[in-house]
């Protein structure tokens, strides 16, 4: 292990920083941060697994909460390079569920006991603000659950017509938070763009969730530690993140894309400097290995996103090749998850698990 620094006084060891972020709550610089991302050492790597796990056992206890994840069109009018759905890609079936069919799938997510649907689609010109208040407002009429919108960028207007209409959440990644890497995979919006709307979904009283991609061609472990103060600044309820997995039909097919063992860093370093927010394991990080859960939930996190999106749809929400699980039912996928989730030891959340940060109601 590295002690170099105590001596020197010019930096902690890691061991000192992680037991510093751990147990004195330290605000951690970006450079700390990015110095807990580039650990290589195993029994480092150990000890920031360790701590993260244990702050997530603290702060949250053994629940792992589900979110049920409804797809509901593939459409999208962005070309964001690294996107299976961007408007250019031709190589997709385009879908739109109908409302009844998105109603249906968000009734089998009540059943099962699920407290939270995410609505997650393209930008799809086609569900204008008046048809998503309609369908947030049906399925408030029949189910009490919360209702979390993933539809990327919307006028402070929309936003505040859909939080009237009972749009509990809203998940919008920043992606990079670097301006110039963020320009240079988006066409149709800036960071700034990105920045603006999270601050205004928090000012409207939704609940927010940010995140990232990990290993964007150009990328650095100072990006990606620039990631993680960047939620600590908007003071997001959820984090994700997620590897970037390169589709063959966009123009960043050529790219390595990113690593497990750098998602499960983002994962515990993100727990140990946010604290109280909810982290998921992503499907993409489940693509890459396997375990990806189960190693995930041990490194910080606490929630899973199944998928409810029902054949054939489920497969053709491609964002990248190869998603795990896409011709499994939503049930199928509950069987599957809880068992995991015994398995490491852990318990299925009740209820909608709320922020954190208001108590997790
Ligand atoms: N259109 C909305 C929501 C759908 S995309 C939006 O952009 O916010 C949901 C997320 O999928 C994006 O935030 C992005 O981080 C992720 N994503 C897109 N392409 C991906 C890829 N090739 N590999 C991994 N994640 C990807
Ligand atoms: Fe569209 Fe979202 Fe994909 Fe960008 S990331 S192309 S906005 S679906």
Known sequence: MSMYSLDTGMRSSVPELIRRAEIEGAVLSIEEIEELLTIADPAELDLLWQAANRVRAELIGSDIWMRGLLEFSNVCRCNCLYCGLRADNTGITRYRMSSAQILAAVDRIAKAGIGTVVLQSGEDPYWTAERLVSLIEAIKRRHDMAVTLSIGNRTESELAEFRRAGADRFLI?????????????????????????LRALKDMGFETGSGCLVGLPGQTTADLSSDIALARELNVDMFGVGPFIPHPDT???????GTALMTYKMIAVARLVLRDVHIPVTTALSTLEEEGREKGWARGANIVMPNATPSPYRAQYELYKNKRCIDDTLEHCLGCLSRRISSVNRTLGYGRGGSLKKGGQ
């Open 173 to 197: 990644r920043h992606e990079t938070a670097n301006p110039s890497l963020y320009k240079e995979f988006h066409p149709d919006s800036t960071l700034e763009d990105r920045v603006r709307q």
């Open 251 to 257: 123009p960043l097919r050529e790219a390595s894309g």
